[in-house]
């Protein structure tokens, strides 16, 4: 039944073999070749902490993860595994410190990104299901904490059950600034533009 | 090939000459399954626009492409670009109604064929959205569950437990003697009921 039902379920192809596409033109190649590599070291990005970062890093409380933290890697994304939750630090006691002027660009030079739901809000500790990854890590879940008496506006955003979320970070410290928010389509639209996918 | 330090790891990164002839090569390797899996998923207009950010995320992180699984990886771009360009447009209309405008011709000689593949189209749309994707991307891109979960950001029991369970979903439709009322496409015979 395997192979018959494979092969049944090939006839309603609608891109059968007997249809043909074109061969990517050299045009639209030299043209994608010559968009800079905005994340890429060899092409002179900033090294991993940039200045607006390095800006609210020094504002912010850090909080020791708990558990589970698991080791971040450099490069991109690989859509395969799930792996442990992702702790994050969400602290600062002043989240709109040095901040830069919000751009895309900016946006792009963060290592983590991601998009998420938020599951629960226990005090200090939001935790997000992961509904798509951006870029930098392929957990399903991610643990934000915060230093006790900011929960309620954890890195100047108002977590909420239930919510979903556009998250950056550099190394294990949540970007804020404009950075990360609410899903609405404007930062949304940010992400797919910054990180292309 | 050079290698430096990024957040504690050691990473490779390339030459501009050897990033822009892997890009190359991967851009010759992944042009025309890519270019189906969008046109199976998306009209004519999306595919061209999502293959060419496709193009442009394999530009930017070639370094991160794996070279065992190029091609799952780039469908599971494929996958969250179409997702993505979606959203952003905020286009309302139904896939299916827009791909039934596009629908290449099928392959149908036999009416009798014709009838069958409309009974497992009827049953395919009937399975969980999720379902129906590992079905395709296993009957149409002719993936195993390895490559399926690498496009679709999971595991391969998962997807290979989906796929047991949508096979037999999609068998029990077929097989199921639907009363619907007449003209509903459920009520074509299938291989089975055919004289």
Same mark, same amino acid.
């Given at each position: 039944?395997?192979?018959?039902?494979?092969?049944?379920?090939?006839?309603?192809?609608?891109?059968?073999?007997? *249809?043909?596409?074109?061969?990517?033109?050299?045009?639209?190649?030299?043209?994608?070749?010559?968009?800079?590599?905005?994340?890429?070291?060899?092409? /002179?990005?900033?090294?991993?902490?940039?200045?607006?970062?390095?800006? *609210?890093?020094?504002?912010?409380?850090?909080?020791?993860?708990?558990?589970?933290?698991?080791?971040?890697?450099?490069? /991109?994304?690989?859509? *395969?595994?799930?792996?442990?939750?992702?702790?994050?630090?969400?602290?600062?006691?002043?989240?709109?410190?040095?901040?830069?002027?919000?751009?895309?660009?900016?946006?792009?030079?963060?290592?983590?990104?991601?998009?998420?739901?938020?599951?629960?809000?226990?005090?200090?500790?939001?935790?997000?299901?992961?509904?798509?990854?951006?870029?930098? /890590?392929?957990?399903?879940?991610?643990?934000?904490?915060?230093?006790?008496?900011?929960?309620?506006?954890?890195?100047?955003?108002?977590?909420?059950?239930? /919510?979903?979320?556009?998250?950056?970070?550099?190394?294990?410290?949540?970007?804020?600034?404009?950075?990360?928010?609410?899903?609405?389509?404007?930062?949304?639209?940010?992400?797919?533009?910054?990180?292309?996918? | !090939?050079?290698?430096?330090?990024?957040?504690?790891?050691?990473?490779?990164?390339?030459?501009?000459?050897?990033?822009?002839?892997?890009?190359?090569? !991967?851009?010759?390797? +992944?042009?025309?399954?890519?270019?189906?899996?969008?046109?199976?998923?998306?009209?004519?207009?999306?595919?061209?626009?999502?293959?060419?950010?496709?193009?442009?995320?394999?530009?930017?992180?070639?370094?991160?492409?794996?070279?065992?699984?190029? =091609?799952?990886?780039?469908?599971? +771009?494929?996958?969250?670009? =179409?997702?993505?360009?979606?959203?952003?447009?905020?286009?309302?209309?139904?896939?299916?109604?827009?791909?039934?405008?596009?629908?290449?011709?099928?392959?149908?000689?036999?009416?009798?064929?014709? =009838?069958?593949?409309?009974?497992?189209?009827?049953?395919?749309?009937?399975?969980?959205?999720?379902?129906?994707?590992?079905?395709?991307?296993?009957?149409?891109?002719?993936?195993?569950?390895?490559?399926?979960?690498?496009? !679709?950001?999971?595991?391969?029991?998962?997807?290979? =437990?989906?796929?047991?369970?949508?096979?037999?979903?999609?068998?029990?439709?077929?097989?199921?003697?639907?009363?619907?009322?007449?003209?509903?496409?459920?009520?074509?015979?299938?291989?089975?009921?055919?004289?």
């Amino acid at each position: 039944m395997t192979d018959q039902l494979r092969e049944r379920l090939a006839r309603l192809d609608p891109m059968h073999p007997g *249809v043909v596409t074109e061969p990517v033109s050299r045009h639209l190649l030299e043209e994608i070749m010559s968009t800079p590599v905005t994340d890429h070291p060899e092409t /002179g990005a900033k090294p991993k902490q940039s200045r607006w970062l390095l800006g *609210v890093a020094a504002a912010a409380a850090l909080v020791v993860a708990v558990g589970g933290a698991i080791a971040l890697t450099g490069g /991109g994304t690989d859509p *395969v595994a799930s792996g442990p939750p992702l702790v994050l630090n969400a602290g600062g006691e002043d989240p709109m410190a040095m901040c830069i002027v919000f751009s895309v660009e900016e946006l792009a030079k963060a290592p983590i990104a991601f998009e998420g739901t938020v599951t629960t809000v226990e005090g200090e500790t939001i935790t997000l299901d992961v509904a798509e990854w951006f870029k930098g /890590g392929d957990a399903t879940q991610v643990v934000l904490n915060a230093p006790t008496g900011m929960e309620a506006l954890i890195a100047g955003i108002p977590f909420e059950v239930g /919510g979903q979320y556009l998250i950056t970070a550099y190394g294990s410290d949540v970007n804020y600034c404009g950075f990360s928010g609410p899903s609405t389509p404007e930062l949304r639209a940010a992400f797919e533009q910054a990180f292309g996918a | !090939m050079t290698e430096s330090a990024c957040a504690g790891q050691s990473v490779f990164v390339s030459s501009e000459g050897e990033r822009r002839a892997r890009f190359e090569s !991967m851009a010759t390797v +992944v042009s025309d399954p890519v270019q189906r899996y969008l046109r199976r998923r998306a009209t004519a207009g999306e595919a061209d626009d999502v293959f060419a950010d496709v193009l442009l995320t394999i530009w930017r992180r070639v370094d991160d492409v794996p070279d065992d699984a190029v =091609l799952p990886w780039s469908y599971g +771009v494929a996958r969250r670009s =179409l997702s993505n360009h979606r959203r952003a447009a905020s286009r309302q209309l139904r896939l299916v109604e827009r791909l039934e405008a596009e629908r290449a011709p099928a392959r149908v000689d036999d009416p009798a064929d014709s =009838l069958e593949d409309e009974a497992l189209a009827a049953a395919l749309g009937a399975l969980p959205i999720a379902d129906q994707e590992i079905l395709r991307l296993w009957a149409w891109e002719h993936l195993e569950p390895r490559e399926i979960a690498q496009t !679709m950001g999971t595991t391969a029991n998962a997807v290979s =437990l989906r796929l047991s369970r949508a096979r037999k979903k999609l068998a029990d439709h077929l097989t199921r003697q639907d009363p619907s009322p007449p003209g509903h496409i459920g009520d074509r015979p299938t291989e089975e009921h055919r004289p």
